[in-house]
């Protein structure tokens, strides 16, 4: 089995950053894309961000300019660096992971969630 751990969130003022860290550990082989996403109360999980293995990227329109995402392999832990944050990025945010356990068994995995909360 595999498990990604999230840490980073928190409270923070309009206007300031935050950085997201996700860690998978267990049966890991090699890990394809990587990625963030984001739920708020009443409103369907939303991609944020997403990395593939040899560091090709990809963001949601509301937070380009403004996020970035990046992966160390070695550690097999990806991060968020959230600046400029707005009271409409308050959400959960989930780390989303797709883990080779061998060359042949692949998964998909999600880990808890940490909470993000801007006030403006």
């Known amino acids: 089995q595999v498990q990604l751990v999230e840490s980073g969130g928190g409270l923070v003022q309009a206007g300031g950053s935050l950085r997201l860290s996700c860690a998978a550990s267990g049966r890991i082989f090699s890990i394809n894309t990587m990625g963030w996403y984001r739920q708020s109360p009443g409103k369907q999980r939303e991609l944020v961000a997403t990395i593939t293995s040899s560091g090709s990227t990809n963001y949601a329109d509301s937070v380009k300019g403004r996020f970035t995402i990046s992966r160390d392999n070695a550690k097999n832990t990806v991060f968020l660096q959230m600046n400029s944050l707005k009271p409409e990025d308050t959400a959960v945010y989930y780390c989303?992971?797709?883990?080779?356990?061998?060359?042949?068994?692949?998964?998909?995995?999600w880990g808890q969630g940490t909470q993000v909360t801007v006030s403006s």
């Open positions: 989303n992971a797709g883990v080779f356990a061998t060359t042949m068994l692949y998964g998909n995995y």
